[in-house]
């Protein structure tokens, strides 16, 4: 029978931009299973009113709890600025988000020095990041930058080249105006586009600065918490991922592959033919059909279109 510490870890997001964060999970907890849901039906979550996103977040961890899964991990910086508190008066589990975590490692990298963010309109409307900084430094200053373009590129794969670092340039320049001398990728989609980030960065302080990823201190922080909690499995074989999303579009396999760092072959386009995933790191391929469920050859990972 299997036990507490070896059920599935749940992972969420407004689409498939949270697999940023399934990726950094992966490497940093290699054997723990995982069923990441996307709401790929209903994303953006970064342009919806409060109650709205809290209403999706709260039917997303119920579709995860129905897969008994032992913890929930929030990768929607919109979801963790929001709905955090609200997932957690009501679901009896524990559930962690991304903020937090990418505030601790800014913090910890910007030595007192204004933090800039980087993230989606909603996130820093909510002033989420700048209360989670206060909590653990009075003295840090949070500037906050909406960047929409940047998650556009990201979803193109439009991440080389001139036109993102335009972009790129374009949301930084405020940020460090204000003084800022570290920034935080406060947006799933972001680190794709790490490297045009840093260089403009770079170029606009005159050197470079730290570049926080909330999804690889996100993951820290889960493996470090499922360790004390006495959750994490007992099992030493890479660990099975569950794909869920709440629609299949045509570009499912191209920004799957993106997000997570897996190739995905086939499954565009609306047809029924086998999409395969496969790692390169002694896992099995993931197989998923468009319109329904797929399973793989191997363990029995899946991807599986679901309503909500």
Not at 138 to 157: D, H, N
Request: hydrophobic residues 45%.
């Amino acid at each position: 029978m299997t036990s507490h510490g070896d059920a599935p870890l749940g992972v969420f997001d407004s689409g498939l931009g949270g697999l940023t964060v399934v990726r950094a999970l992966r490497r940093r907890c290699p054997a723990e299973d995982i069923v990441y849901l996307g709401d790929t039906a209903r994303v953006p979550y970064g342009t919806r009113s409060p109650e709205t996103v809290v209403r999706y977040a709260l039917g997303c961890a119920r579709v995860l709890i129905e897969r008994r899964v032992k913890a929930i991990v929030v990768a929607c910086n919109t979801v963790s600025a929001v709905a955090l508190d609200m997932l957690r008066v009501e679901l009896d589990l524990p559930v962690l988000g991304v903020i937090l975590p990418g505030a601790r490692a800014a913090v910890a990298a910007s030595r007192g020095a204004t933090i800039g963010v980087l993230g989606t309109a909603g996130t820093i409307a909510s002033g989420a990041y700048p209360r989670a900084v206060a909590s653990l430094s009075t003295r840090t200053e949070v500037a906050g930058q909406a960047a929409p373009l940047l998650v556009s590129l990201a979803e193109e794969g439009w991440v080389d080249g001139e036109v993102p670092r335009l972009v790129a340039r374009r949301y930084l320049e405020p940020l460090i105006g204000a003084g800022a001398r570290s920034i935080v990728l406060g947006c799933t989609h972001f680190p794709l586009l790490r490297t045009a980030i840093e260089a403009e960065t770079a170029a606009l302080a005159g050197g470079p600065l730290p570049i926080v990823d909330s999804a690889s201190a996100t993951a820290d922080e889960v493996a470090s918490f499922l360790t004390e909690r006495g959750l994490a499995t007992s099992r030493s074989a890479p660990g099975n991922l569950a794909l869920l999303v709440t629609d299949l579009p045509k570009s499912f396999a191209a920004v799957a592959s993106r997000f997570l760092g897996e190739q995905v072959v086939g499954g565009d386009g609306g047809s029924r033919s086998p999409t395969h995933v496969a790692d390169g790191a002694g896992r099995p391929p993931i197989q998923a059909e468009a319109g329904g469920a797929g399973r793989s050859l191997a363990q029995g990972v899946d991807v599986e279109q679901i309503d909500l």
